[in-house]
């Protein structure tokens, strides 16, 4: 699954240092093969160079990365080398659980497990999370130790914690124990909003929508003596589909520039225009203090409302600094929107050649141009405005990423790839960039291979980010290896509620021959996102419907 938005810049990792020489040959390469995306290989020599060395980091380094390429054996090997030279610790406890659960060996899990829960560091719980979340392969057999753990009242009483391992259970799909735990819950904080947020998130996830919209209302009724709970209040009726009431619920409290700001965007998804001319109203009669931002927000406002004239106004009194530039790009956008397209485009124009301008904002400015031409069809205009931006800011990493994801859109692979190792060449451990590169080879060529060693890399700096997850998933499923295909995908899904992956879920049961299954997931991708490209073209594919 490709990243949206601009690319993440990480600092360069650096190997541990070994000890002595005589660890110095497989250690490096160890590094060589980790940047090459060849996890199994790293593993291997980072486990001989601690055997030689009797270095516990990087015993801890072999483990993490032979848990990554999914090396069970190596992965023990190298927690057998770490347990004997370092002292006990959150990160070896975690490990031995995560081993334990993928071993399916319950009852070690579980000590590793409560001894992480009672561990006097506050962070212990967290670590358990990760190591439960990621450990099993078998959803069952994690819930199981969750369940013991529930059972020998091992489980932390902080709420914050409670809370997590309650959303544990709800992504393992097992509601008893969601039940239950969310019932400790309620026993021990009755009183508390984040409670009835919590048994309304739960129930929106498990798809009953009236459910969750009995425990928000409850929560609404008596929102003025829990101030604190608006924001998230709101975000919980978002999230259920009903913007207008995570707007209403918004305009029940203080009002200032960001909350107006959500109410705008709030009232613009459910194209309630009525409810925003008021608020463009309530936000007028508020303009006494010349605040630039309120001023900004006010033309965009008008801009949605389409009282362009307004919106000008309004933009062209924003004086100064950043927010001076930001306006005038909106500016840009209202002129085109006006059909004053020539004029939009050179204000753009002259935005790109202003000296004075941040870089941020003159980067912006290109690509806000590529964006107009790609609304009028003008793909040339679309790929002229970013080699121009290229041409002025050469290494500039979001303009090549945009492009990257532009010819894969148009179905230029050679030339997305080629912007993408430009992109790597620039910044190696980009992030965004190794996973694009990595599912684009996944999805449109058949190098596989080469995509599971980027896709790979971009897992070792985000391990729980849910589009690399996505896309590792996909190479398996390209790889012809269904089953584990199959849980990296699930996994991707629980973490979020996306259409393209809910439609490799599907792709990937129905070649299985799991077509009822498959079914029930492509309809969760059309109620996603029906007009999804990843969704038609799987039922394309599959022959699973038009």
Do not use: C
Request: charged share 30%; no cysteine.
């Amino acid at each position: 699954m490709l990243l949206a938005g601009a690319p993440l810049l990480l600092q360069a990792r650096t190997p541990p240092q070994a000890a002595g020489n005589v660890a110095l040959e497989p250690m490096l390469a160890g590094e060589f093969a980790l940047q090459a995306g060849k996890l199994d290989e790293a593993a291997k020599y980072y486990l001989e160079a601690a055997r030689k060395s009797g270095d516990v980091g990087l015993a801890e380094r072999a483990a993490r990365i032979a848990l990554l390429a999914n090396d069970d054996h190596t992965a023990n090997q190298a927690l057998a080398l770490w347990k004997r030279g370092a002292e006990p610790s959150l990160a070896l406890s975690a490990t031995e659980a995560t081993l334990a659960l993928r071993g399916r060996h319950a009852g070690t899990a579980a000590r590793s497990l409560e001894a992480l829960l009672r561990d006097p560091d506050p962070r212990g719980w967290r670590y358990a999370l990760i190591a439960l979340s990621a450990g099993g392969k078998n959803t069952a057999a994690t819930a199981g130790v969750l369940q013991t753990l529930r059972d020998r009242g091992a489980l932390p009483k902080d709420m914050n914690a409670q809370l997590a391992f309650a959303g544990l259970a709800q992504r393992l799909q097992q509601q008893s124990l969601v039940d239950a735990l969310v019932q400790d819950i309620v026993a021990a904080h009755p009183d508390e909003p984040r409670v009835q947020l919590l048994q309304a998130s739960l129930a929106r996830e498990a798809g009953d929508l009236d459910g969750a919209r009995k425990q928000l209302d409850a929560l609404r009724n008596r929102i003025d003596e829990i101030p604190q709970a608006r924001l998230p209040l709101a975000g919980e009726y978002e999230a259920l589909g009903d913007a207008a009431t995570s707007a209403a619920v918004l305009a029940g409290g203080p009002q200032n520039t960001q909350t107006r700001a959500l109410r705008a965007a709030m009232l613009s998804r459910a194209k309630d225009d009525p409810g925003l001319e008021k608020l463009y109203a309530e936000m007028q009669a508020d303009n006494a203090v010349p605040d630039q931002r309120h001023r900004l927000l006010l033309g965009q406002v008008a801009e949605t409302l389409k009282k362009y004239d307004e919106a000008l106004q309004w933009y062209d009194s924003v004086a100064g600094g950043n927010l001076r530039d930001i306006a005038r790009l909106r500016r840009a956008s209202t002129l085109h929107a006006m059909g004053r397209k020539d004029e939009g485009f050179a204000a753009l124009r002259a935005l790109q050649n202003d000296e004075d301008a941040e870089g941020e904002v003159v980067r912006d400015a290109y690509l806000a141009e590529a964006e107009l031409h790609r609304e009028d069809g003008d793909e040339k205009g679309e790929f002229d405005a970013y080699a121009r931006g290229l041409a002025a800011m050469p290494d500039e990493l979001a303009i090549l990423y945009t492009r990257a994801l532009a010819w894969e859109r148009v179905d230029q692979i050679d030339r997305a790839e080629a912007d993408l190792r430009k992109l790597l060449v620039i910044e190696p451990d980009n992030v965004a960039a190794l996973n694009a590169l990595g599912y684009t080879l996944a999805d449109r060529t058949t190098r596989y291979r080469e995509a599971l060693e980027l896709i790979d890399r971009a897992r070792v700096a985000e391990p729980g980010n849910a589009a690399i997850i996505d896309s590792h998933g996909w190479v398996l499923y390209r790889l012809g290896r269904n089953e584990e295909a199959l849980v990296q995908l699930e996994r991707a899904f629980a973490l979020n509620k996306d259409a393209e992956v809910a439609a490799h879920v599907a792709e990937v049961l129905w070649v299985m021959g799991r077509k009822d299954e498959a079914r029930k997931w492509f309809d969760e991708a059309r109620r996603i996102d029906p007009d999804h490209r990843a969704l038609k073209r799987a039922l394309e594919k599959t022959g699973a419907g038009p």
